[in-house]
């Protein structure tokens, strides 16, 4: 991984982008330079990303280390915990949305919140 990449990886994380190599690099990924020479390209989140609840969701995941379906269920519950302290449960059909990234039913999800 080149230097540059590492340096912002926790930045692309909170703003739910991803480094690609040069050579991989889309049309749309913005190309960050190195001692002028081109060192990482930059995606950014697409429309899937978008919503705040998507935003959440990914910090929370950056936050446990891996994709919510990839959790174990004590992180899962972590993760509703999280999403809950953040106000995602605010949002219009959050917990249909979050059962469905986490891989859990609704029930899950509020057995979950239920949880002290």
């Known amino acids: 991984m080149h230097p540059l990449a590492s340096a912002i990886a926790p930045l692309l994380a909170q703003l ?9 690099r889309e049309p749309s990924d913005v ?3 190195w001692e002028g020479e081109p060192a990482v390209a ?7 990303l978008t919503s705040a609840l998507d935003r959440l969701i990914a910090e929370v995941e950056a936050e446990l280390g ?3 379906p990839e959790l174990p269920r004590a992180d899962k519950q972590r993760a509703v915990r999280l999403l809950e ?13 979050v059962a469905k990234a986490l891989g859990v039913s609704r029930f899950t999800v509020y057995n979950y919140l239920n949880r002290e």
């Open 16 to 24: 739910g982008a991803t480094s690609v190599p040069v050579e991989d």
């Open 31 to 33: 190309l960050l330079y």
């Open 42 to 48: 930059v995606r950014l989140p697409g429309a899937e």
């Open 66 to 68: 891996a994709a919510l």
């Open 85 to 97: 302290e953040r106000g995602a449960f605010t949002l219009r059909k959050s917990v249909e949305s």
